[in-house]
């Protein structure tokens, strides 16, 4: 369950996964597909469509009180993950509040969503479906389940999407819609053929779905496109329109769309859930609906709101004002540090600020605060990796920056996304989808509208990297890390910070903020 930690941070199953021993002690029919493993574990055989499904019914049985059937031709559903969805759509309509109403495109034999939604916040569903049996299931799942008040249940012809289903229903305004579309667009596709670089492992569960259930032509980019275009015509009848996505780099040219057709309000998720990962978009036509951050500009924020930070304590502090004979304990700290700095030609600016604090930007060219060995080893990874600073970048001046402090230092952070090449934009059966944590990072470029070089400062070369002076527009400037280093007054201490802004890793900044700290409590003991 290696992605279970990001799993919506109200799915049950997050910190607490499904107990197969419990489960097989209680449940028969599912003590079947139950083996011990080779390290005396309780396991079940994923790539099994009759275990994947005894343990869907099972669970759904055990957490939700919902009896089911699914016919083992059709897409058996995994509970995780549909209930991250289920969680995310609650995130956009608000939707544990009040009686909500929703649409479910393609609800499947299980009718999965519908049964989830009704029994977890009492939603009213309109679930549509265009497969026979799936139909047939679906009906007889919300009527065994006496879901029948708030669940109903219609057939449509394959054609149609929204603008059909509604068509009756004229005064009615929708919460939502949702849906899991149909991923492939060809049965080479469906069975997973260039759908993973040789490195990838073979897929961990089984494929199960009908024709036209995974298949769709042009595969889910042209699916979903028709509910845009569906969207475009309802407009504010349904308050948001969200779908699922099978492989990742359907988000760009789906995003695309949404923003050449003018929608105002767009967002998009990521759902994580054993080796599975799956991603959702969702657009709005209103302008007062909440709009949930995507995960990856969360996490970025995150982390960059994580200073890395040290205190000086009041009594070492007077020894290093009057040796820098600065008005206050603080002067004589920003002296000491910009002292320090000029001494390893880290370069830095001033950024206006409040008068209980300083603060800099600091861009780190070359590493001048580790030494020997780890020195050279560094260089050498450094020659493998440093980036450029884009050359846009370098015409932008530095005098708009504000105060970053303990707010928010990421004001000055541009964050884009790209769907970068080497993501694998093919999908790939349910459950099967592994898709490294950095990768989801890997598309982030962080962009500074500072660049400065100190002009006490001549540019270092020592290490033989290729660099040339910053303030000419024309070059590409070669910079480790870029970051904020503020400098606070806290009670009678002194607390310096250090705010990532973008760069190779941040361990380098890690080792300049412990070599500043030892140097300046060295120069305090003395
Ligand atoms: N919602 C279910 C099933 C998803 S599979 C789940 O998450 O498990 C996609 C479903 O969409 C299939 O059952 C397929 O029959 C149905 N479908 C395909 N085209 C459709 C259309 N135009 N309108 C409604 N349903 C459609």
């Known amino acids: 369950m290696a992605l279970n930690k990001s799993m919506h941070p109200r799915n049950r199953y997050k910190d607490n996964p499904p107990d197969f021993a419990h489960l097989a002690s209680k449940y028969p029919e599912f003590q079947q597909h139950v083996q011990t493993s080779l390290l005396g574990r309780p396991v079940v055989n994923f790539k099994e469509p009759e275990a994947v499904r005894a343990l869907t019914c099972t669970l759904l049985k055990e957490d939700f009180g919902l009896t089911i059937e699914i016919p083992l031709e059709r897409l058996i559903p995994t509970v995780p993950l549909r209930l991250n969805y289920i969680h995310w759509v ?51 799942n919300v009527e065994q389940n006496n879901m029948s008040d708030l669940i109903k249940v219609v057939k449509v012809p394959q054609k149609t999407l929204l603008m059909d289903a509604l068509k009756e229903e004229t005064e009615i305004v929708y919460d939502f819609c949702m849906c899991n579309p149909p991923f492939f667009a060809n049965q080479l596709e469906a069975k997973g053929v260039n759908s993973r670089n040789s490195r990838r492992p073979p897929p961990s569960s089984v494929n199960t779905g009908g024709v036209t259930e995974i298949m769709a032509e042009g595969g889910e980019l042209e ?63 209103y302008d007062d609906v909440i709009v949930p951050s995507p995960p990856s500009k969360k996490r970025k924020l995150e982390k960059a709101r994580k200073p890395l930070s040290f205190t000086l304590p009041e009594a070492g502090l007077k020894q290093l004002q009057t040796k820098a004979s600065a008005l206050s304990p603080m002067e004589g700290v920003t002296a000491f540090l910009e002292k320090s700095l000029t001494e390893l030609r880290v370069l830095f600016k001033r950024v206006p600020c409040s008068k209980q604090e300083q603060s800099f930007l600091l861009t780190a060219v070359e590493n001048t605060w580790i030494h020997g060995r780890q020195r050279r080893r560094e260089q050498k990874r450094q020659l493998r990796e440093l980036p450029r600073a884009p050359q846009s970048l370098q015409n932008t001046a530095a005098t708009t920056a504000p105060c970053p402090s303990t707010s928010d230092c990421n004001a000055h952070v541009n964050v884009q996304e790209a769907c970068s090449p080497e993501q694998n934009c093919q999908a790939q059966p349910e459950e099967t989808r592994e898709e490294p944590k950095e990768q989801t990072e890997a598309g982030l470029t962080g962009t500074l509208t500072v660049m400065d070089s100190n002009p006490k400062e001549g540019l270092a070369t020592e290490n033989n990297l290729p660099l040339q002076q910053p303030s000419s527009p024309a070059t590409i400037t070669p910079f480790l890390f870029k970051c904020l280093l503020n400098v606070m007054l806290e009670e009678k201490d002194v607390l310096v910070e250090m705010h990532w802004v973008e760069g190779q890793n941040k361990d380098l900044m890690n080792q300049l903020c412990t070599y500043l700290k030892n140097t300046l409590l060295r120069s305090i003991a003395k």
């Open 90 to 140: 609650e995130d956009l309509i608000d939707g544990q509040k009040q009686l909500r109403r929703g649409i479910d495109i393609g609800t499947g034999a299980s009718c999965i969503y519908p049964l989830l939604g009704a029994t977890l916040n009492g939603w009213y569903f309109l679930a549509t479906e265009v497969d026979d049996i799936c139909f047939n299931y679906a009906k007889k």
């Open 223 to 285: 699916f979903v496109k028709r509910i845009i275009h569906d969207s475009l015509k309802l407009k504010k009848r349904l308050r948001w329109y969200s779908c699922m996505l099978g492989k990742k780099c359907s988000l760009a040219p789906l995003k695309e769309e949404l923003r050449k057709q003018g929608v105002p309000k767009v967002t998009y998720t990521e759902f994580c859930q054993g080796r599975t990962m799956r991603w959702a978009l969702a657009w709005s036509f």
